[in-house]
């Protein structure tokens, strides 16, 4: 697959570039690294898998090596079996810095036979407090599924095995902050939380169960990659590329798409906060006026 560099740094970045960026299917031993834990975080099945744990002592996380502005992301994941009480499986996009960009997905472990929450938040500017948390629809921790990210110009959006759950529009012309000019690492980590994750807190981490384990599998990804201030996005979403105006860097979700949303919504959704005006004495946030107003 041919890359092609939006800003042309010539034909030797080119190259480079479109040997990082052509696979689809990632390699947790190119793409990335195991940064914490202590040998707890481990790459496994020649790149296949990476397996994080967490024990009284450390959780583990990875990284990826490249820094991305745009992307479409999806990786499967297994979470932490059995009593998985007071654990967060997280898996997140963030720029560095003090006034970073995160788009973030955290899976709140519980007791036994109790079901996870899937908290997520979107940060913009160093500002986050856009929380919505959901219950899964199958147990998380039965198999895997497949979550994904979509981050283009005109919005973000969080999908479960395929189904949208979350859109954050870019609404950057009414002044609400949009992430789009920082580049953002994706991470995956596992830590404990035991004083707010499970119930506010309420469920404390069974040690005994130690170590809890997480597993990530079939990273897959097509991505613009941040290198040294140019922003190299692959050949079918680039301006001059074959798949101009169809690609996930353009793409919205259609109206099928938002239907399916609003009943994910309507069903799991147990945290909203555009719902909860009374954490926003000057005001529910921009955004929650403007997307009620447009449905
Ligand atoms: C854990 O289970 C309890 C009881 O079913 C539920 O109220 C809670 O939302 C679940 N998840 C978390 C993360 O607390
Ligand atoms: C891996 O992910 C791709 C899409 O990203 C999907 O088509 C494929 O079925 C997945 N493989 C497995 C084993 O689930």
Not at 11 to 28: C, D, T
Request: net charge neutral.
């Amino acid at each position: 697959m041919e890359e092609v560099v939006m800003k042309n740094r010539g034909l030797l970045l080119a190259i480079l570039v479109a040997v990082y960026v052509s696979p689809a299917l990632g390699n947790f031993n190119q793409d990335v690294s195991v940064t914490w834990g202590d040998g707890r975080g481990q790459i496994l099945n020649n790149g296949q898998v990476v397996a994080l744990s967490l024990d009284r002592t450390s959780g583990s996380g990875f990284q990826s090596n490249n820094q991305f502005l745009y992307g479409w992301f999806q990786m499967q994941i297994k979470l932490v079996p059995r009593n998985s009480a007071g654990t967060v499986t997280a898996y997140y996009l963030k720029s560095d810095g003090s006034t970073w960009d995160e788009i973030d997905l955290e899976f709140l472990g519980n007791a036994t036979g109790e079901p996870y929450v899937l908290h997520t938040n979107i940060f913009s500017h160093g500002k986050g407090n856009r929380e919505q948390q959901f219950y899964l629809w199958f147990d998380p921790r039965a198999d895997f599924h497949t979550y994904s990210v979509l981050w283009n110009p005109s919005q973000i959006s969080i999908y479960v095995d395929g189904t949208p759950i979350r859109e954050y529009k870019n609404l950057e012309g009414a002044g609400v902050p949009y992430p789009k000019s920082q580049a953002m690492r994706l991470y995956g980590t596992l830590w404990d939380a035991e004083d707010w994750a499970t119930r506010g807190g309420l469920v404390k981490t069974d040690w005994s169960q130690a170590p809890f384990t997480a597993s990530f599998r079939n990273f897959s990804y097509s991505a613009c990659v941040w290198n040294k201030g140019t922003s190299s996005c692959p050949s079918s979403v680039s301006p001059t590329g074959t798949g101009k105006g169809t690609s996930w860097y353009t793409q919205q979700l259609s109206t099928e798409g938002e239907n399916r949303m609003k009943w994910v919504q309507q069903n799991y959704m147990i945290y909203n906060y555009c719902n909860d005006p009374k954490r926003f004495p000057q005001g529910l946030p921009l955004e929650c006026t403007l997307s009620s107003k447009s449905s």
